[in-house]
C-alpha cells in the first residue's frame, strides 16, 4: 500500500477507530449478503417465477463475482486509494442491494447481485489490512479479534437474519436492510481523512491479459464448484468445459503473475512461509466454517422439517458463543503463544464435527446446542491466530496484497467445502439408502405382510403406510450421509493439526504482561 505510513500517521487515533469502524460495517454487510439469501431462497424463486435450479444463481452470482474482486482490491486500492476504493463500493453495494430488492424477474437479479458481489469483496479484504495498517500493540490486538469476529460471525448468522426477516417481512428486505448502512459509509468515511495515497498512474499501465485470466480463473472455479454436484462433475459438458477453461486460465494468470510488468495480484506474500502457512490454515478453516453453516439447516429443513426461524434458533447458539470466544481467544493467546491456540481451536473444532456425527433424525435444539457451543469457541481460536500470522510483520506495501491472498483463501476453502460435502452426502445417501433397501430385500414378502396386517388394524390404505415407511428409511439414510460427511471433516481437522508445530505466530502484545516465552 503506497505512502501508507505518512499518511495515517496524520490521523489521531480517535480518527483511525472511527476509520476502523466504518470499514468494519462495510465488510459486515458484505460478508452477511453472501449467506442472507440462503433461508429465502424459496420465497425469491415464487416471487420471481423461477425454477429450482435457476434460483440457486441468486447465491452464485453473488460469490462467484465476489471472489474475483478479493484479490484485485489490493491493485485497486493502490490506484484509487484506500478511502475512495471503500466509498465506490459501498456506493455501488447501496445501488445493486437497491436493485436487487426492486428486481422484476431472475435475470435482473442475478445482474444485480453479481454487482453486489463485485463492489461487497472489495471491502472485504481492505479491513484486515487496515486493522494492522492504522494500529499497534493491544488496539491492533482487539481490532484484529473484531475482524476476526466478524469474518465468521456475519456467514454464521446471514441465513438466521435472512430467515426472521423473511419470516416477519417480504423477502426484498434483505436487500433493502443494506441501503442505510451503506448511505453512511458513504456520507462519513470521506469526512474522516485519507490513511494513503492514490496512484492513478497505475491504471494507465493495467495488464488486462492478467485481470481478464483472474475473472475467468477464479469465476470459473467458482462455478465448476457450485455446479458440480448437482450435475455430475465432468459428466456434464457445461462443467467440464468451465473446467478446462478455468485450467487454462489458471495457467494464464499464474505466468502473468510471474513475468508481468504491472502484476495486478501479487503474489509476492506467498514467498514467507509463515504466510503461506497462514494460508493454508485459512482454506481448511473456511472449509469447516461454510460447510457447518450449509449443512446444519441442510440437516435441520430436509430430516426435521424445522422453519427458518426454527433454523435460526438453533445457529443463533453458535453466534452467541462465537462472540464469547473473542476475548478468550485474546486472552489465551497472550497466556499460550498463538501457536497453542491455533491447536486448541482446531482440536476443538474437530471434537464439534465428532459430536456431530453422532446425529440421530431426532437431533433438535437441545442435542444440537453442545455442539454449537463447542462450534462457536472453536472458530475464534482458529482464525484470531491466523490473522496475526498472516499479517504480523508484512511491510506496509504488501498489506492489501496479503489481505486480499488469505481473505481469498477462506472464500475458496468455503466453495470447495460446499462442493465437497454436497458431493459426499449424494455418494453417503446413495449408498446408505441401498444398502437398507439390500437389508429389507431379504425378508421383504414378510415386511410387506406386517405392513399390510399394521395399516389394517389401524384403519389406514396399505398404500399409504408404504409410503410413510419409504419416506422413514430415505430419512435414515440421509441422517446416516450425514453422520458420516461430519466424521470426514472432523478427519481433515485432526489432519491440518499436523502442520500446526510449524506455525510461527508473532507474539501478541500481551504476552510479556503474562510472562509468555515463545
Known amino acids: 500500500m503506497s505512502e501508507l505510513a505518512p499518511a495515517s500517521a496524520r490521523l489521531s487515533e480517535r480518527a483511525r477507530v472511527l476509520i476502523f469502524c466504518i470499514l468494519s460495517l462495510g465488510q459486515l454487510i458484505a460478508l452477511l449478503d453472501i449467506q442472507i439469501v440462503a433461508g429465502a431462497l424459496g420465497p425469491i424463486q415464487a416471487g ?57 424477474d431472475l435475470e435482473t ?66 436487500f433493502f436492510i443494506n441501503i442505510g448502512p451503506g448511505l453512511l459509509i458513504v456520507c462519513v468515511l470521506p469526512l474522516l481523512g485519507k490513511v494513503d495515497e492514490a496512484r492513478p498512474e497505475l491504471l494507465r499501465r493495467i495488464d488486462w491479459v492478467h485481470v481478464g485470466s483472474l475473472a475467468l480463473f477464479l469465476g470459473g472455479l467458482q462455478y465448476v464448484l457450485e455446479e458440480g454436484p448437482r450435475h455430475e462433475w465432468l459428466g456434464d459438458v457445461g462443467v467440464a468445459t468451465a473446467a478446462w477453461l478455468t485450467i487454462v486460465a489458471a495457467v494464464v494468470f499464474l505466468e502473468r503473475s510471474f513475468n508481468s510488468a504491472n502484476p495486478v495480484v501479487r503474489l509476492t506474500p506467498l514467498r514467507r ?38 433454523i435460526g434458533g438453533v445457529v443463533l447458539v453458535s453466534g452467541f458463543f462465537m462472540a464469547v470466544g473473542a476475548p478468550i481467544a485474546m486472552r489465551l493467546s497472550a497466556l499460550l503463544g498463538g501457536r497453542a491456540v491455533i491447536g486448541i481451536g482446531f482440536t476443538l473444532f474437530a471434537v464439534f464435527l465428532w459430536m456431530y456425527s453422532a446425529i440421530t433424525p431426532q437431533w433438535g435444539f437441545g442435542e444440537l446446542f453442545w455442539p454449537q457451543v463447542v462450534r462457536g469457541l472453536a472458530i475464534l481460536m482458529c482464525i484470531f ?5 498472516a499479517l504480523g510483520g508484512v511491510p506496509q506495501s504488501e498489506l492489501h496484497n496479503a489481505s486480499g491472498l488469505f481473505n481469498l483463501m477462506r472464500n475458496l476453502g468455503g466453495a470447495i467445502g460446499i462442493a465437497v460435502v454436497n458431493t459426499w452426502l449424494i455418494d453417503f445417501g446413495r449408498w446408505h439408502g441401498l444398502r437398507i433397501r439390500e437389508g429389507l430385500g431379504q425378508a421383504a414378502e414378510e415386511a410387506v405382510v406386517n405392513l399390510g396386517v399394521i395399516a389394517a388394524r389401524e384403519g389406514a390404505d396399505p398404500a399409504a403406510a408404504l409410503g410413510a415407511v419409504q419416506d422413514l428409511l430415505a430419512r435414515e439414510a440421509a441422517t446416516m450421509a450425514f453422520a458420516d460427511v461430519f466424521r470426514l471433516m472432523a478427519w481433515v481437522f485432526v ?24
Open 495 to 518: 489432519a491440518t493439526l499436523l502442520i500446526v508445530p510449524f506455525c510461527k505466530v508473532p507474539p501478541s502484545p500481551g504476552a510479556e504482561e503474562a510472562g509468555t516465552v515463545h
Open 273 to 310: 512461509p509463515t504466510f503461506a502457512l497462514a494460508c493454508l490454515l485459512n482454506l481448511v478453516i473456511g472449509f469447516g466454517l461454510y460447510a457447518t453453516i450449509y449443512l446444519t439447516p441442510v440437516f435441520l429443513g430436509q430430516v426435521r422439517h424445522y422453519t427458518s426461524l426454527q
Open 109 to 174: 437479479m442475478i445482474v444485480f447481485r453479481a454487482l453486489q458481489g463485485f463492489t461487497g469483496g472489495a471491502m472485504i479484504p481492505t479491513v484486515f489490512a487496515m486493522g494492522y495498517a492504522l494500529f499497534e500493540g493491544r488496539l491492533r490486538e482487539r481490532m484484529t479479534a473484531m475482524v476476526g469476529l466478524l469474518s465468521t460471525l456475519a456467514p454464521t448468522l446471514g441465513p438466521s437474519i435472512g430467515g426472521f426477516i423473511t419470516d416477519i417481512s417480504d423477502w426484498r428486505w434483505l
Open 48 to 104: 420471481l417465477s423461477a425454477g429450482p435450479d435457476e434460483v440457486a444463481w441468486v447465491q452464485t452470482a453473488y460469490l462467484m463475482a465476489e471472489i474475483v474482486m478479493i484479490p484485485l482490491a489490493a491493485f485497486l486500492a493502490r490506484a484509487f486509494s484506500t478511502r475512495w476504493l471503500f466509498v465506490g463500493s459501498a456506493a455501488l453495494f447501496t445501488v445493486s442491494s437497491l436493485m436487487c430488492g426492486l428486481a422484476w
Open 385 to 389: 491466530p491466523a490473522i496475526a500470522m
